[in-house]
C-alpha cells in the first residue's frame, strides 16, 4: 500500500487522513471533497485509478489546504512526525508541501522509525526541502521536470526559480547536469527527468528513455507530470522496484495521453480517465 502526502489550494481545506476515492471530477477522501484539476489531486487520482485497476487498496492521503502560507504544510509535517512511527507502507510520495528543511528532517526521522522502511518518492515542493536538506540520498526517487533538474545540479541554487530560466533551451546538457545532481549529493537513488523524451538515471548515467507514444498537445495540459508520479506511487506501492516503476509510469501515461486525444481544452482529469485503458493496453502488449 502506498501513502501520498500533499497540499490542496484551498485554505479551509482541513488537514485530513484516509483513503481516496474519484468520483468523475472529484476526489474524496472520507466526507471531504476536492475537484482533480492538477497538483497532489491529480497524482492521488492516477493512483488511485491505477490501484483499482489491479484489485488493490487505494492509496492513503495526508493532506491540508495551504495556498501559499505554509500553515497548512505545517500542520501536515507535525502530523506526520508524530505518527509515522506506527504506520506501515511500501511507498510514501511526498509532493506539494511548502519547503521547510526542519520539518522535512523531522519528517524524515520519523520515516527511520518504519519498519520496514519504505520506498520514499518526492517530486515538486518536498523534492526542493529534501535537496536543501543534504539528505537525497535518503530517496528512491525524484521526478523532475528540466528546470527542477538544474536545480538539483546546482550546488548553490536555493530554488528552482533561480536556475529555471535557461535550461529549457539546453536540453543537450541533460547527462551533464544529471552527473553534477549525483556529484553534489542532490539526487536519489533514481531520477526520471520528465519531458519531450522521459530519461531514467542514476549515478552512472542514462540508464533508458521512454519517448513514445508522441503526443504533443500533452505538453499544454498542466498536471501530466503529476499523472507519472502518481503512477510511480501506485506501482511502487504494489511492490514494483524503483526503477522498474518509473519506466512503466512514463510509458502508461504516455499511452493514456494518447487514448485522450487531447486538445487545448482537455483536462487533465480526461487524461487520468484513460489510466484503466492504458494499463490494460501496456500490460497485454508485453
Known amino acids: 500500500m502506498s501513502a501520498v502526502v500533499g497540499t490542496v489550494p ?36 492516477t493512483a488511485a ?8 487498496d487505494p492509496p492513503m492521503a495526508y493532506l491540508a489546504g495551504d495556498i501559499g502560507g505554509g500553515g497548512g504544510s505545517r500542520k501536515v509535517y507535525a502530523y506526520l512526525e508524530q505518527i509515522l512511527g506506527q504506520c506501515r507502507y511500501e511507498s510514501i510520495t511526498f509532493h506539494y508541501i511548502q519547503p521547510d528543511v526542519d520539518w522535512h528532517n523531522r519528517v524524515l526521522f520519523a520515516v527511520e522509525d518504519m519498519h520496514p522502511r519504505p520506498m520514499l518518492i518526492a517530486d515538486a515542493g518536498f523534492m526542493y526541502a529534501a535537496k536543501m536538506s543534504g539528505q537525497a540520498a535518503a530517496y528512491a526517487v525524484f521526478t523532475p521536470d528540466m528546470g527542477e533538474l538544474a536545480f538539483l545540479a ?19 546538457r541533460v547527462k551533464e547536469l544529471i552527473a553534477s545532481a549525483y556529484v553534489h549529493g542532490n539526487a536519489s537513488r533514481y531520477l526520471l527527468v520528465k519531458g519531450k523524451t522521459d530519461i531514467a538515471a542514476d549515478e552512472n548515467g542514462i540508464l533508458n528513455t521512454v519517448s513514445q507514444p508522441v503526443v504533443p498537445a500533452m505538453e499544454a495540459i498542466g498536471g501530466t507530470g503529476d499523472i507519472i508520479t502518481g503512477l510511480i506511487s ?5 511492490g514494483k522496484d524503483s526503477l522498474t516503476a518509473c519506466i512503466q509510469a512514463s510509458a502508461v501515461s504516455r499511452l493514456a495521453g ?29
Not at 526559480?161 to 533551451?169: A, E, L, N, Q, V
Not at 501506485?234 to 504494489?238: N, P, S
Open 258 to 286: 494518447k487514448l485522450a486525444d487531447p486538445d487545448p481544452g482537455t483536462r487533465v482529469m480526461d487524461i487520468i480517465e484513460q489510466i484503466p485503458a492504458a494499463l490494460k493496453r501496456f500490460f497485454e502488449e508485453k
Open 154 to 172: 546546482d550546488p548553490e541554487a536555493p530554488h528552482p526559480f533561480y536556475t529555471r530560466g535557461f535550461i529549457f533551451h539546453e536540453p543537450h
Open 234 to 238: 501506485a506501482f511502487t506501492g504494489l
Open 10 to 45: 484551498d485554505q479551509d481545506f482541513p488537514l485530513v487522513c484516509g483513503n481516496v476515492r474519484v468520483s468523475e471530477q472529484n476526489l474524496f477522501i472520507d466526507n471531504h471533497c476536492v475537484a482533480v484539476n492538477r497538483g497532489t489531486p491529480a497524482l492521488l487520482a
Open 49 to 56: 485509478k491505477a490501484c483499482a485497476f489491479f484489485g488493490a
